[in-house]
Every structure is written in C-alpha cells, then in structure tokens.
C-alpha cells in the first residue's frame, strides 16, 4: 500500500539505524521526547528504540488527550450523565476513565444512558433521533480532534437542533510543551513532533521550541521509518549545530496547517483561561471552551457540574509518565494492580496512553543495560 509499505521497509530500516549510529557523539547521552501517545504506540510496537543506540533515550510526553484529563472534569462529566433524560455521549476510551466517583461505564451500569460514539456526528444523530431527550456529547482531544467538534456544533446551530449540547473537554498542545521545557526536573535534547495535531496547525506553532528554548523539533508521521528518520534528523542538527522545525511528515502536514479547519475552531470555540493538566496541574489559556456565539450548545451552562478538584490515587504516578520523569515500567502499581482490565491510572486506559503501551507490548522491566 502506497505511503505505508515503503514507510516499513526493514532494509531502509536498518540504513536510518547504522546512520543514526554514526551520527551520535560517543559518551554523551540523548533526550528525545516524542510528544504524541500515537508514536510512543509505534514505537514499541515496530520496536524501534530496539534500533538506537544505547545513548539514545526516548521519553514520553503529554501527547495523549484521554491521559491529560483530570479526575474532576470525569466527575463532571459523570454528574451530568445522571440527570434525568439525558443521553451521554462519548469516544470508546473515555467510558473506562476513572474519576473520583467511578468511571462512565460504572455510571452506565447504575442505570445512567451512556453511550459510546466514533464521532460527534453521531451523537447528533442521537439528538435528531430522540427529540424528547438531551443529547450531550463529551468532546475531547488536541487540536487534532477539535474541528470536528466544530463542524458538528455548527451544523447543530443550522439545523436548529435545540436537544444537543457538548461538555468541551479539548486541549492545545503549545502551552503543556512550554510548561514542560520551563520544569526545572526535565533535561531534553529534542522533540519528535505530533504529527496529527501539525495536520491541523501546521509547523509555525512549534517555532517557539528552537526560538525560545533552542532545541529542535522534527514534526513526524507514525509508521518505523517515519520515527527512526524522525531521530536521525534531530541529531543531525544537534551534530550541526542547527535548531529548527522541519518537517518530517510532508507527505501530509502543511506548513501553514488545514486552514479551513482552523476557520471553522476560530468561530466555535474561545481559549479558557486556564484548565487542569493531570501531572502539570492548572495551565493558562491551554484549553478550549465554547465561544459565545455557540453558549446554548455548552452543557457545562445548561447543567449544574461539580467543578472539584480531585486528587489523582496515592500509587498512581500518571503525571510523572505524563512529564517524561519516569517511565511506565518504573511505576509501583504498573503492571500488577495497575492493568488495562482495571486501570487505576488513565495512562493504562487510553490507546495512547504509555503504559498501555508498554503494557500491550511486554515492556515490564527496562529494555536494555546502557552500555
């Protein structure tokens, strides 16, 4: 298949690993963060940090929406599912979330109607089809995600649907990177950029890493050869002295970003003054909220939510995985009380999340000895 065989080629493979071999310094160590919970699954799935040398460190950022949201919005969430007539809308990976008070898969069990969606569209559909009830549709995600949330609100606005409401749960993704190259605990050498969420930005929004904190980005696509081209390109310009953005996945991100999706988040949505990160706590203007323009469709405005700050479980060290400080394997609880079946921890429930990653790909102990 066009754009994805020749993205896995083992002999290509190889060359970009005998490259990067020859590209690091002996006895200095690297950082790389990628960003994205998508590459962290690619990674250790294809095996590719198998293919780095030793001195060579990949670590895991806060690239995975689902994983970011704290406990009280859950609850939030939760707390609306129950009113009566209301129908819970919400992607597959968010029923197994814990709050303080359970999950949206427990809340279903005790008679609340909670159903899982693909897309917002759906849950819309939902609306047209139930006149008589309330339609709420919890939407989450990075920028990746958010015009499409657009889209259906403004199409729920022109058909008049009066019964829909969403709860905005979307995040930015420039302002958790900027709190994180500030964390005095955090040393990093470079970032594989996201991929999806560059589909909708574009590049420009990640200059401020080299301009401001003079470390390079390398925007990347999913598949081995992506990533491991993705690292060869980083420490290339760490070995030239270089610091900027390039773009790895040109086959699919612009650099000026999909300009229509952007038009259609500028009308719906407005910034929030700050919201909770799980792991990096409260972070300015780093989350979206329902413009004015769109206030009847905010559920937060229609139903009376909880808005508590909930404490994350004492054995759960979700943020520290979050902030790139640990790595799953090194958490108490991972693997042993801690599993996909019973997750305590959201990075353990999503897709994207890192320990479910390492979890579904047998990393239960460190991988290597650094030689």
């Known amino acids: 298949m066009k754009f994805v065989d020749e993205f896995r080629d083992a002999e290509l493979g190889g060359a970009l690993a005998r490259e990067i071999l020859s590209t690091v310094e002996p006895g200095r ?5 990628e960003v994205c919970g998508g590459h962290t699954h690619s990674i250790y799935k294809y095996g590719v940090d198998d293919l780095l040398p030793a001195n060579v460190e990949l670590v895991h950022g806060p690239g995975c929406p689902v994983c970011v949201i704290p406990m009280g919005r859950v609850d939030d969430g939760i707390a609306i599912a129950h009113e009566p007539g209301v129908i819970f809308t919400c992607f597959g990976d968010m029923l197994r979330v814990p709050g303080a008070d359970g999950t949206l898969l427990d809340a279903k069990a005790q008679g609340a109607d909670v159903r899982m969606v693909y897309s917002p569209l759906d849950a819309l559909r939902i609306a047209r089809e139930n006149p008589d009830r309330e339609v709420v549709f919890f939407a989450i995600g990075f920028e990746t995600t958010a015009p499409s949330t657009a889209l259906t609100l403004m199409r729920a ?9 969403c709860m905005c749960n979307h995040v930015t993704i420039v302002p958790p990177l900027r709190a994180l190259l500030d964390s005095p605990d955090l040393r990093l050498d470079g970032f594989i950029g996201p991929g999806h969420v ?9 200059q401020f890493i080299p301009a401001d904190y003079a470390r390079p980005v390398v925007i990347s696509g999913f598949e081995p050869v992506d990533l491991l081209q993705s690292v060869e390109m980083i420490l290339r310009q760490l070995r030239e002295g270089r610091c900027e953005v390039e773009n790895q996945y040109s086959r699919v991100v612009p650099h000026e970003g999909n300009l229509r999706a952007l ?11 700050h919201f909770e990160w799980r792991g990096l706590g409260f972070i300015s203007q780093s989350a979206l909220r329902l413009s004015d323009a769109y206030a009847d469709l905010d559920a937060e405005l229609r139903y009376s939510v909880p808005g508590v700050r909930v404490a994350d479980p004492k054995a759960c060290q979700c943020g520290e995985v979050l902030k790139g400080v640990i790595k799953p394997w090194e958490c108490k609880v991972f ?3 801690c599993t996909p079946e019973h997750a305590i921890g959201t990075c353990m429930v999503s897709p994207e999340g890192a320990c479910a990653a390492y979890y579904n790909y047998g990393r239960f102990a460190r991988e290597r000895e650094v030689v």
């Open 29 to 33: 160590h690297y950082k790389i963060m």
């Open 335 to 337: 693997g042993s009380a």
């Open 263 to 273: 038009e259609a988040m500028a009308e719906v949505f407005a910034l929030r003054p």
């Open 157 to 165: 606005k022109a058909e008049g649907i009066l019964n829909f409401s």
């Open 198 to 206: 560059a589909t909708v930005v574009g590049a420009r929004p990640f």
